[in-house]
Nanobody, 125 residues
Framework: QVHLVESGGGSVQAGGSLRLSCAAS????????MGWFRQAPGKEREEVAT???????TYADSVKGRFTISKDNAKNTLYLQMNSLKSEDTAVYYC???????????????????WGQGTQVTVSS
C-alpha cells in the first residue's frame, strides 16, 4: 500500500527558506515519478515541481530558481528545498506519486493517483 507522509512545513518570513520532506513506503520508491503540489485557500491545486525516476526535474514558472526538488532513493524520501519564499507561496503542500517512471504533462487527467496528507507552509511579509 502506497503511503506518503509530508513534513517540514511551518511559518517563515518572506525571504526565508524551508525544506519539505516526503517519506514514502509501500512501493519501490526509485521507480516512479514524484511531484510536489500546493493549494492555497480559494485557489486550484498547482503543480510545483516533479522529478522522474531518472532524476529529471521540472518546475512551475512561479518557483523556478527558488525551489529545488530532489530525492534520496536510499531513504525513500522526496524533498523540496524552498528558498527566497514569498507570501504567495503560502499554501498546503502535498507530495504525490504517479503510476510510471516518466512524469506526465501538467494537468493530465488521472495523473498522480497517490497523495500525502499535506503540510502547511505560511510565509509572512
Amino acid at each position: 500500500q502506497v503511503h506518503l507522509v509530508e513534513s517540514g512545513g511551518g511559518s517563515v518570513q518572506a525571504g526565508g527558506s524551508l525544506r519539505l520532506s516526503c517519506a514514502a513506503s509501500g512501493y519501490p520508491f526509485s521507480m516512479f515519478c514524484m511531484g510536489w503540489f500546493r493549494q492555497a485557500p480559494g485557489k486550484e491545486r498547482e503543480e510545483v515541481a516533479t522529478i522522474d525516476a531518472y532524476g529529471t526535474s521540472t518546475y512551475a514558472d512561479s518557483v523556478k530558481g527558488r525551489f529545488t526538488i530532489s530525492k534520496d532513493n536510499a531513504k525513500n524520501t522526496l524533498y523540496l528545498q524552498m528558498n527566497s519564499l514569498k507570501s504567495e507561496d503560502t499554501a498546503v503542500y502535498y507530495c504525490a506519486r504517479d503510476v510510471g517512471g516518466y512524469c506526465p504533462q501538467p494537468g493530465l487527467h488521472n495523473a498522480f493517483p497517490y497523495w500525502g496528507q499535506g503540510t502547511q507552509v505560511t510565509v509572512s511579509s
